[in-house]
Protein backbone atom coordinates (compact mmCIF):
# COMPACT_ATOMS: atom_id res chain seq x y z
CA UNK A 1 0.00 0.00 0.00
CA UNK A 2 1.44 3.56 -0.97
CA UNK A 3 -0.64 6.08 0.11
CA UNK A 4 0.42 9.98 1.42
CA UNK A 5 -0.85 9.25 4.89
CA UNK A 6 0.54 9.62 8.32
CA UNK A 7 -0.88 6.71 11.01
CA UNK A 8 -3.85 4.93 9.19
CA UNK A 9 -5.68 5.48 12.01
CA UNK A 10 -5.55 9.31 11.46
CA UNK A 11 -6.75 9.64 8.27
CA UNK A 12 -10.12 11.19 8.04
CA UNK A 13 -9.58 13.48 11.63
CA UNK A 14 -6.28 14.82 9.48
CA UNK A 15 -7.87 14.79 6.18
CA UNK A 16 -10.39 16.95 7.77
CA UNK A 17 -8.41 19.24 9.58
CA UNK A 18 -6.43 19.86 6.40
CA UNK A 19 -10.22 20.40 4.55
CA UNK A 20 -10.92 22.98 7.30
CA UNK A 21 -7.80 24.59 6.61
CA UNK A 22 -8.49 24.89 2.73
CA UNK A 23 -11.76 26.43 2.96
CA UNK A 24 -12.23 28.13 6.66
CA UNK A 25 -14.37 30.80 4.12
CA UNK A 26 -17.30 28.32 3.42
CA UNK A 27 -17.13 25.90 6.64
CA UNK A 28 -15.92 24.77 9.22
CA UNK A 29 -15.13 21.25 10.90
CA UNK A 30 -16.29 20.44 14.85
CA UNK A 31 -14.43 17.35 15.86
CA UNK A 32 -16.14 16.38 19.11
CA UNK A 33 -18.89 14.89 18.06
CA UNK A 34 -17.75 15.26 14.16
CA UNK A 35 -19.19 17.24 11.65
CA UNK A 36 -18.76 19.44 9.16
CA UNK A 37 -21.12 22.86 9.11
CA UNK A 38 -21.50 25.91 6.76
CA UNK A 39 -19.61 28.82 8.39
CA UNK A 40 -22.98 30.88 8.83
CA UNK A 41 -25.10 28.20 10.22
CA UNK A 42 -27.74 28.27 11.40
CA UNK A 43 -29.00 30.53 8.56
CA UNK A 44 -32.45 31.72 10.74
CA UNK A 45 -35.70 30.43 8.95
CA UNK A 46 -34.26 28.53 6.37
CA UNK A 47 -34.68 24.72 6.67
CA UNK A 48 -31.44 22.65 6.98
CA UNK A 49 -30.37 20.36 5.06
CA UNK A 50 -27.89 16.95 6.37
CA UNK A 51 -26.40 14.35 4.65
CA UNK A 52 -23.35 12.16 5.76
CA UNK A 53 -22.02 8.82 5.54
CA UNK A 54 -19.06 6.68 5.71
CA UNK A 55 -15.47 8.40 4.63
CA UNK A 56 -13.52 7.65 1.49
CA UNK A 57 -16.77 9.14 -1.10
CA UNK A 58 -15.16 12.46 -1.06
CA UNK A 59 -16.44 14.49 -2.43
CA UNK A 60 -19.60 14.00 -1.00
CA UNK A 61 -20.72 14.66 1.48
CA UNK A 62 -18.22 17.54 3.13
CA UNK A 63 -17.00 18.68 -0.61
CA UNK A 64 -20.87 19.78 -1.09
CA UNK A 65 -21.12 21.75 2.13
CA UNK A 66 -22.06 25.92 1.86
CA UNK A 67 -24.40 27.90 -0.14
CA UNK A 68 -26.95 26.83 -1.85
CA UNK A 69 -26.47 23.09 -0.61
CA UNK A 70 -25.60 21.47 2.20
CA UNK A 71 -25.89 22.83 5.31
CA UNK A 72 -23.81 20.03 7.52
CA UNK A 73 -22.60 16.40 6.37
CA UNK A 74 -21.69 14.18 9.18
CA UNK A 75 -18.21 11.99 7.88
CA UNK A 76 -17.95 8.77 9.63
CA UNK A 77 -14.32 6.42 9.60
CA UNK A 78 -13.53 5.42 6.53
CA UNK A 79 -17.02 3.18 4.77
CA UNK A 80 -18.25 3.04 7.98
CA UNK A 81 -21.41 4.55 8.97
CA UNK A 82 -21.29 8.00 11.00
CA UNK A 83 -23.08 8.02 14.66
CA UNK A 84 -26.15 9.14 15.93
CA UNK A 85 -24.69 11.44 18.30
CA UNK A 86 -22.83 13.64 15.08
CA UNK A 87 -26.05 13.55 13.61
CA UNK A 88 -28.14 14.69 16.64
CA UNK A 89 -25.09 17.55 16.73
CA UNK A 90 -25.28 18.28 13.19
CA UNK A 91 -28.61 19.17 13.79
CA UNK A 92 -28.87 20.94 16.18
CA UNK A 93 -25.98 23.29 14.94
CA UNK A 94 -27.73 24.14 11.76
CA UNK A 95 -31.49 24.14 12.99
CA UNK A 96 -32.61 27.66 11.84
CA UNK A 97 -36.05 27.38 13.12
CA UNK A 98 -37.18 26.05 9.83
CA UNK A 99 -36.97 22.56 10.56
CA UNK A 100 -34.19 19.89 9.03
CA UNK A 101 -34.07 17.72 6.03
CA UNK A 102 -31.60 14.53 6.34
CA UNK A 103 -30.83 13.26 2.82
CA UNK A 104 -29.48 9.29 3.15
CA UNK A 105 -28.36 7.15 1.24
CA UNK A 106 -29.82 3.78 1.74
CA UNK A 107 -27.20 1.69 3.88
CA UNK A 108 -28.45 -0.15 6.81
CA UNK A 109 -26.17 1.73 9.46
CA UNK A 110 -26.76 5.43 7.68
CA UNK A 111 -30.74 5.17 7.92
CA UNK A 112 -30.92 3.28 11.49
CA UNK A 113 -28.20 6.24 12.99
CA UNK A 114 -30.13 9.01 11.21
CA UNK A 115 -33.29 7.52 12.31
CA UNK A 116 -31.81 7.43 16.05
CA UNK A 117 -30.84 10.54 15.97
CA UNK A 118 -34.15 12.51 14.10
CA UNK A 119 -35.86 11.22 17.25
CA UNK A 120 -33.53 12.63 19.77
CA UNK A 121 -33.64 15.92 17.60
CA UNK A 122 -37.92 15.93 17.56
CA UNK A 123 -37.78 14.96 21.61
CA UNK A 124 -35.70 18.43 22.06
CA UNK A 125 -38.02 20.41 19.61
CA UNK A 126 -36.89 20.32 16.35
CA UNK A 127 -38.61 18.94 13.29
CA UNK A 128 -36.62 16.64 10.87
CA UNK A 129 -37.85 14.63 7.62
CA UNK A 130 -35.77 12.28 5.65
CA UNK A 131 -35.19 11.36 1.84
CA UNK A 132 -33.89 8.32 1.50
CA UNK A 133 -31.75 7.61 -1.76
CA UNK A 134 -31.61 4.43 -3.18
CA UNK A 135 -30.70 4.71 -7.08
CA UNK A 136 -28.55 2.00 -8.06
CA UNK A 137 -30.23 -0.17 -10.46
CA UNK A 138 -26.97 -2.64 -10.31
CA UNK A 139 -28.20 -5.29 -7.60
CA UNK A 140 -31.15 -5.43 -5.36
CA UNK A 141 -29.84 -6.03 -1.66
CA UNK A 142 -26.19 -5.79 -1.14
CA UNK A 143 -23.52 -6.29 1.96
CA UNK A 144 -24.62 -2.96 3.27
CA UNK A 145 -28.34 -3.02 2.52
CA UNK A 146 -31.53 -3.62 2.49
CA UNK A 147 -33.30 -2.91 -0.92
CA UNK A 148 -30.88 -0.70 -3.50
CA UNK A 149 -27.98 1.29 -2.58
CA UNK A 150 -27.63 4.70 -2.20
CA UNK A 151 -25.29 6.50 -4.69
CA UNK A 152 -24.88 9.48 -7.17
CA UNK A 153 -28.23 10.85 -7.34
CA UNK A 154 -27.48 11.61 -3.40
CA UNK A 155 -25.13 14.27 -5.21
CA UNK A 156 -28.68 15.74 -7.60
CA UNK A 157 -30.91 15.72 -4.30
CA UNK A 158 -28.14 17.73 -2.25
CA UNK A 159 -28.06 20.30 -4.70
CA UNK A 160 -31.94 20.65 -5.72
CA UNK A 161 -32.52 20.60 -2.07
CA UNK A 162 -30.16 22.74 -1.05
CA UNK A 163 -31.36 25.49 -3.51
CA UNK A 164 -34.66 25.41 -2.61
CA UNK A 165 -34.04 25.43 1.17
CA UNK A 166 -32.18 28.64 -0.25
CA UNK A 167 -35.36 30.17 -1.70
CA UNK A 168 -36.97 29.55 0.86
CA UNK A 169 -39.08 26.27 0.72
CA UNK A 170 -40.78 25.19 4.00
CA UNK A 171 -39.56 21.67 4.93
CA UNK A 172 -42.00 19.79 3.40
CA UNK A 173 -41.58 20.95 -0.08
CA UNK A 174 -37.84 20.22 -0.01
CA UNK A 175 -38.43 16.94 1.26
CA UNK A 176 -40.96 16.25 -0.95
CA UNK A 177 -38.30 17.72 -3.68
CA UNK A 178 -35.90 15.14 -2.36
CA UNK A 179 -38.00 12.51 -2.73
CA UNK A 180 -38.98 13.57 -6.68
CA UNK A 181 -35.31 13.46 -7.14
CA UNK A 182 -34.71 9.77 -5.86
CA UNK A 183 -37.83 8.43 -8.03
CA UNK A 184 -36.39 9.98 -10.81
CA UNK A 185 -32.65 9.33 -10.50
CA UNK A 186 -31.01 6.20 -11.49
CA UNK A 187 -27.49 5.15 -11.22
CA UNK A 188 -24.92 2.15 -11.90
CA UNK A 189 -21.50 1.69 -12.04
CA UNK A 190 -18.38 -0.29 -12.49
CA UNK A 191 -14.89 -0.74 -11.31
CA UNK A 192 -11.33 -1.48 -13.13
CA UNK A 193 -9.88 -2.09 -9.67
CA UNK A 194 -10.56 -2.67 -6.24
CA UNK A 195 -9.87 0.42 -3.69
CA UNK A 196 -7.35 0.13 -0.54
CA UNK A 197 -8.71 0.97 2.65
CA UNK A 198 -5.91 2.49 4.40
CA UNK A 199 -6.56 0.47 8.38
CA UNK A 200 -6.90 -2.58 6.02
CA UNK A 201 -3.82 -2.25 4.03
CA UNK A 202 -4.63 -4.31 1.23
CA UNK A 203 -7.36 -4.25 -1.62
CA UNK A 204 -10.97 -4.97 -0.72
CA UNK A 205 -11.31 -7.35 -3.86
CA UNK A 206 -9.02 -8.93 -6.46
CA UNK A 207 -9.99 -8.77 -10.34
CA UNK A 208 -8.20 -11.11 -12.54
CA UNK A 209 -5.92 -9.28 -15.54
CA UNK A 210 -8.62 -8.38 -18.12
CA UNK A 211 -11.47 -8.28 -15.51
CA UNK A 212 -14.30 -5.69 -14.48
CA UNK A 213 -17.22 -5.68 -11.95
CA UNK A 214 -20.12 -4.61 -13.83
CA UNK A 215 -22.36 -2.66 -10.79
CA UNK A 216 -20.11 -2.58 -7.90
CA UNK A 217 -20.69 -0.60 -5.07
CA UNK A 218 -19.34 2.32 -3.65
CA UNK A 219 -17.66 0.27 -0.42
CA UNK A 220 -16.64 -2.02 -3.45
CA UNK A 221 -19.37 -4.79 -2.65
CA UNK A 222 -19.74 -7.31 -5.25
CA UNK A 223 -21.86 -6.10 -8.83
CA UNK A 224 -24.01 -7.95 -11.12
CA UNK A 225 -21.39 -9.65 -12.75
CA UNK A 226 -17.74 -10.66 -13.23
CA UNK A 227 -16.69 -9.56 -16.78
CA UNK A 228 -13.93 -9.21 -19.56
CA UNK A 229 -12.75 -6.26 -20.01
CA UNK A 230 -14.24 -3.95 -22.96
CA UNK A 231 -14.27 -1.30 -25.48
CA UNK A 232 -15.85 1.77 -23.39
CA UNK A 233 -18.15 2.17 -25.96
CA UNK A 234 -19.71 -1.48 -24.76
CA UNK A 235 -19.62 -1.02 -21.37
CA UNK A 236 -20.69 2.70 -21.38
CA UNK A 237 -23.69 0.97 -23.05
CA UNK A 238 -24.18 -1.81 -21.17
CA UNK A 239 -24.96 0.31 -18.18
CA UNK A 240 -26.71 3.06 -19.72
CA UNK A 241 -29.39 0.80 -21.23
CA UNK A 242 -29.49 -0.87 -17.96
CA UNK A 243 -30.49 2.60 -15.96
CA UNK A 244 -32.96 3.63 -19.10
CA UNK A 245 -34.57 0.57 -18.97
CA UNK A 246 -35.44 0.90 -15.36
CA UNK A 247 -37.40 3.54 -15.18
CA UNK A 248 -37.95 3.52 -17.62
CA UNK A 249 -36.65 6.23 -19.98
CA UNK A 250 -38.47 7.53 -22.97
CA UNK A 251 -37.60 9.63 -25.49
CA UNK A 252 -38.30 13.26 -25.32
CA UNK A 253 -37.18 13.34 -21.94
CA UNK A 254 -35.18 15.40 -20.53
CA UNK A 255 -32.10 14.59 -18.00
CA UNK A 256 -29.75 15.77 -15.67
CA UNK A 257 -26.68 13.48 -16.42
CA UNK A 258 -23.48 13.22 -13.76
CA UNK A 259 -20.52 10.77 -14.70
CA UNK A 260 -18.56 10.37 -11.85
CA UNK A 261 -14.94 8.68 -11.52
CA UNK A 262 -14.91 6.66 -8.53
CA UNK A 263 -11.41 7.69 -7.45
CA UNK A 264 -8.43 6.60 -9.14
CA UNK A 265 -10.15 7.01 -13.19
CA UNK A 266 -8.44 10.20 -14.89
CA UNK A 267 -11.08 12.78 -16.62
CA UNK A 268 -9.30 11.65 -19.32
CA UNK A 269 -11.23 8.47 -19.24
CA UNK A 270 -14.07 10.20 -18.08
CA UNK A 271 -15.04 12.38 -21.12
CA UNK A 272 -14.65 9.43 -23.21
CA UNK A 273 -17.74 7.63 -21.00
CA UNK A 274 -19.29 10.79 -21.57
CA UNK A 275 -19.15 10.97 -24.89
CA UNK A 276 -20.51 7.87 -25.45
CA UNK A 277 -23.78 8.01 -22.55
CA UNK A 278 -24.37 11.74 -24.62
CA UNK A 279 -24.18 9.26 -28.15
CA UNK A 280 -26.67 6.86 -26.35
CA UNK A 281 -28.87 9.64 -25.31
CA UNK A 282 -29.47 11.37 -28.56
CA UNK A 283 -29.88 8.09 -30.34
CA UNK A 284 -33.11 7.82 -27.78
CA UNK A 285 -33.99 10.99 -28.06
CA UNK A 286 -33.15 11.95 -24.85
CA UNK A 287 -31.84 15.42 -23.83
CA UNK A 288 -29.74 15.74 -21.93
CA UNK A 289 -30.20 19.45 -20.42
CA UNK A 290 -27.63 19.24 -17.67
CA UNK A 291 -24.56 17.46 -16.62
CA UNK A 292 -21.47 16.84 -14.68
CA UNK A 293 -18.47 15.49 -15.32
CA UNK A 294 -15.44 14.20 -12.59
CA UNK A 295 -15.29 12.72 -9.24
CA UNK A 296 -17.89 13.73 -6.90
CA UNK A 297 -18.71 10.30 -5.57
CA UNK A 298 -15.94 7.97 -5.64
CA UNK A 299 -14.46 5.06 -3.42
CA UNK A 300 -11.35 6.06 -2.14
CA UNK A 301 -8.87 4.94 -5.49
CA UNK A 302 -11.06 2.74 -6.96
CA UNK A 303 -10.79 2.77 -10.93
CA UNK A 304 -13.99 3.01 -12.45
CA UNK A 305 -17.10 5.48 -12.71
CA UNK A 306 -20.54 5.46 -12.35
CA UNK A 307 -23.32 7.36 -14.78
CA UNK A 308 -26.44 8.87 -13.02
CA UNK A 309 -29.39 10.16 -14.68
CA UNK A 310 -32.58 12.29 -13.21
CA UNK A 311 -35.49 13.10 -15.32
CA UNK A 312 -35.91 16.77 -15.13
CA UNK A 313 -38.93 18.81 -15.44
CA UNK A 314 -38.68 22.83 -15.39
CA UNK A 315 -38.81 23.13 -11.61
CA UNK A 316 -35.88 20.42 -11.18
CA UNK A 317 -33.99 22.51 -13.92
CA UNK A 318 -34.72 25.84 -12.39
CA UNK A 319 -33.30 24.81 -9.00
CA UNK A 320 -30.29 23.13 -10.27
CA UNK A 321 -29.20 26.17 -11.88
CA UNK A 322 -29.68 28.34 -8.91
CA UNK A 323 -26.80 29.72 -7.31
CA UNK A 324 -24.46 27.46 -5.07
CA UNK A 325 -20.81 27.44 -3.98
CA UNK A 326 -19.15 24.53 -2.10
CA UNK A 327 -15.47 23.25 -1.90
CA UNK A 328 -16.90 20.56 -5.14
CA UNK A 329 -19.46 22.59 -6.61
CA UNK A 330 -19.70 26.54 -7.67
CA UNK A 331 -21.68 28.41 -9.83
CA UNK A 332 -23.57 31.63 -10.36
CA UNK A 333 -22.08 33.32 -7.39
Same mark, same amino acid.
Given at each position: ????I???? &??V??????????????????????????? &?????????????????? +?????? =????????????????????? &??????????????????????????????????????? $??????? #??????????????????????????????C??????????????A????V??????????? $????V??????? =?????? +????G????????????? @?????????????????????????????? #??????????? @???????? +? @?? @???????????? #?????? $?????????????????????? &?????????????
Open positions: MKKLNDPG &DVRESLAGFAAAHSDILKVCFDPVYVVRA &DAPVTGKVGIISGGGSGH +EPLHGG =FVGQGMLDAACPGQVFTSPSP &DQMEAATSAVDGGAGVLHIVKNYTGDVMNFEMAAELCEA $SGTQVEA #VIINDDVAVQDSLYTAGRRGTGTTVMAEKIGAAAARGYDLSRVALGQKNDKGRSMGMAL $SSCTPAAGKPT =FELGEG +EIEMVGIHGEPGRERMP @LQPVRALAAYMAETILSDLPFRGGDRVIAM #VSGLGGTPPLE @LYIVYGEL +E @LI @LRARQIEVSRRL #VGNYIT $SLDMAGCSISLVQADDELLSLW &DDPVHTPALRWGT
